[in-house]
């Protein structure tokens, strides 16, 4: 048994879909790399990767709370260490729902592949 579809629109996708996306994690301000948040906490703004066919976590980036959320290195750097955890070879559609700009992370958004 191998990994499952992703789903949308009523339809099986071709590929593994891979969510990216940054969430706030508020924690007291004297942790290593706290930092005030964009909505007047404190605390953490990690990057996470997850495989949508299944919901398993496969990579992220603890950030401080400060840090943006189209941050293009970021997006690539957990989107690599994602990739080296799917079994080769395999296609693979990012995705994310934070304000990711297109342009700048055309890299990050495109299809990849590991062979």
Do not use: W
Request: charged content about 15%; some cysteine; glycine content about 8%.
């Amino acid at each position: 048994m191998g990994i499952p579809s992703a789903r949308a629109g009523g339809r099986d996708l071709p590929s593994r879909v891979l969510d990216l996306d940054a969430s706030l994690v508020t924690c007291h301000s004297e942790k290593e790399q706290a930092a005030p948040t964009c909505r007047r906490g404190y605390g953490y703004h990690p990057l996470l990767c997850f495989l949508d066919n299944t919901g398993e976590a496969l990579a992220g980036l603890l950030r401080p709370g400060n840090a943006g959320a189209d941050t293009t290195p970021g997006h690539i750097a957990v989107l690599d260490a994602a990739l080296a955890r799917i079994p080769t070879p395999t296609a693979a559609a990012p995705t994310s729902s934070s304000a990711i700009t297109p342009h700048r992370n055309a890299e990050a958004s495109a299809p990849a592949t590991r062979a």
